[in-house]
């Protein structure tokens, strides 16, 4: 459903990154124009909510948008957006890991992340979408790394060991990730690439960012080091099953 120009398409990326909340005006203004806005921008704002609910209309789609006081509200029920249904997911699967259902919360968990096909909100330049971008973001790499755990604690360690490569070299500085990755290797019978991952990362923490691993790391390099039982070594309770 075509939406309208840049100004539209952040009116609506803010609005839906707070669904079902009411956004001033004065948050929609700071999002288009930051800090020089026109002295029509209250306007100009209007403007771009009648232009997107002319398109809802003729897409047959209901009208989404109420008009408030203080701002506008974006009414979504929690199947209409992609990002309501992950989260709904993810919550679903932590309640049955909680349970001991790890099989069932795993196969959820790869539903919610299915959702995704690509970076959230690409292509947007305002401060507050990207920040609403990166907080998407922030939380699939948290249901990636719960999934993982899940299948480490299902037994699945050379399920996901080429995945966490790719993860790994995707976000350098992520030491949960590194971890996993470890964990994946060691219980593969895989010892010496498990300590090659933690030298590399070690060696971009310090010299990039001038310090050391964080506990979880050096503690899981220590009981690989010490050869310890592959069953009884573990990143975030992923016993093996």
């Known amino acids: 459903m075509p939406i309208g120009g840049r100004r539209s398409r952040i009116v609506l990326a803010v609005l839906a990154l707070e669904a079902n909340w009411v956004?001033?005006?004065?948050?929609?203004?700071?999002?288009?124009?930051?800090?020089?806005?026109?002295?029509?921008?209250?306007?100009?704002?209007?403007?771009?909510?009648?232009?997107?609910?002319?398109?809802?209309?003729?897409?047959?789609?209901?009208?989404?948008?109420?008009?408030?006081?203080?701002?506008y509200r974006l009414r979504l029920a929690e199947?209409?957006?992609?990002?309501?249904?992950?989260?709904?997911?993810?919550?679903?699967?932590?309640?049955?890991?909680?349970?001991?259902?790890?099989?069932?919360?795993a196969d959820i968990l790869r539903q919610a992340l299915s959702l995704w096909t690509g970076p959230a909100l690409v292509g947007l330049t305002s401060p507050p979408v990207e920040s609403g971008a990166r907080r998407l973001e922030?939380?699939?790499l948290r249901a990636v790394e719960e999934r993982v755990r899940l299948d480490l604690e299902l037994?699945?360690?050379?399920?996901?060991?080429?995945?966490?490569?790719?993860?790994?070299?995707?976000?350098?500085?992520?030491?949960?990730?590194?971890?996993?990755?470890?964990?994946?290797?060691?219980r593969s019978h895989r010892t010496a690439e498990a300590l090659e991952v933690y030298r590399r990362i070690r060696t971009t923490l310090v010299e990039e960012l001038g310090i050391e691993p964080g506990p979880e790391l050096a503690e899981l390099e220590k009981s690989i080091l010490l050869g310890m039982e592959r069953d009884q070594v573990v990143v975030d309770g992923a016993r093996a099953s």
């Open 23 to 71: 956004v001033p005006v004065s948050d929609l203004v700071d999002a288009v124009w930051g800090s020089s806005p026109p002295t029509s921008a209250r306007t100009q704002i209007r403007i771009c909510i009648s232009s997107m609910r002319r398109s809802f209309a003729a897409a047959g789609a209901p009208d989404l948008i109420e008009t408030h006081p203080q701002g």
């Open 138 to 140: 922030e939380a699939r």
């Open 79 to 105: 199947d209409q957006l992609d990002a309501m249904i992950f989260e709904a997911r993810v919550r679903r699967a932590r309640t049955l890991s909680a349970g001991g259902h790890l099989e069932e919360a």
């Open 155 to 186: 037994g699945r360690h050379q399920d996901v060991i080429g995945e966490l490569m790719q993860l790994v070299a995707d976000h350098p500085y992520r030491e949960h990730l590194h971890a996993q990755l470890m964990l994946g290797l060691y």
